[in-house]
């Protein structure tokens, strides 16, 4: 039976997945989710995760048959414990393999890479007291464009880069995916509703691919009367993008 220790909660969240998380860092959401139904997946392929935290994206795709073996690699310790803990509990320990290491320092070749990144650089936002949730916010074990890197280097020739970014910085990632030599192939900005502006960005890129961007119709979450769109309800209820 797989231990919880303190400060640490068990919770059934999609697709019947029972995930450990710590209290204190961060929780699973909707960028994770949403990230796991825009990654198309290959049955037969091999996938690394940058980052895996608790492990629930790459639990995700695993419960879902989108890939033979997924890798996912985290930095800190305690968090890669937590994600093989995970693995462990929902019996997909067969299919998830969690790798305590610096994603720059991993070698193995893979025909998709996937990330929900920091999102802030040092410095920026107020300083959280929990050093993993810290880390998880903040670019402390690389930036973007180290991460793209480090992507890239992972991938086959014709591999793809899935990312959960926010707006604010598409830039910075659009930027940083070129220079690796990923190609953006696909954008779609995700909208809490049709009056706010766009508060995560996924963005598909191709290694080696040919310039050309589709931009996608956007994700709005909630209708005028604040309940799910259809849309949302359809990625929530398949764990695939929704179509057109």
Request: net charge neutral; charged share 25%.
């Amino acid at each position: 039976m797989t231990a919880i220790f303190e400060n640490e909660s068990l919770t059934e969240v999609n697709d019947g997945i029972k995930l450990i998380q710590n209290k204190k860092g961060l929780t699973y959401g909707t960028d994770a989710y949403l990230l796991s139904a825009f990654i198309k997946g290959k049955k037969t392929g091999t996938a690394a995760e940058i980052g895996s935290g608790s492990g629930i994206i790459s639990l995700l795709l695993a419960q879902r048959g989108k890939f033979k073996k997924i890798f996912a690699l985290e930095v800190q310790e305690y968090y890669a414990s937590l994600t093989e803990r995970n693995a462990v509990l929902n019996s997909l320990d067969g299919v998830v393999e969690a790798v305590c290491t610096d994603a720059r320092d991993f070698k193995t070749e893979c025909d998709a890479v996937f990330m929900n990144p920091p999102y802030m650089k040092v410095g920026d936002g107020k300083r959280n007291e929990d050093d993993g949730k810290y880390a998880a916010r903040h670019e402390l074990n690389g930036d973007i464009g180290d991460l793209c890197n480090a992507a890239s280097c992972m991938l086959k020739s014709g591999g793809d880069a899935y990312v959960v970014y926010r707006p604010d910085r598409l830039t910075d990632l659009i930027c940083a995916l070129r220079e690796s030599k990923l190609e953006p192939k696909s954008i779609c900005f995700v909208f809490q509703s049709a009056s706010h502006a766009p508060c995560l960005v996924l963005v598909s890129a191709k290694k080696g691919g040919k310039r050309g961007v589709n931009v996608m119709k956007p994700l709005i979450l909630t209708d005028g009367n604040g309940n799910e769109s259809d849309d949302c309800k359809y990625i929530y209820d398949n764990g695939n993008w929704m179509k057109g």
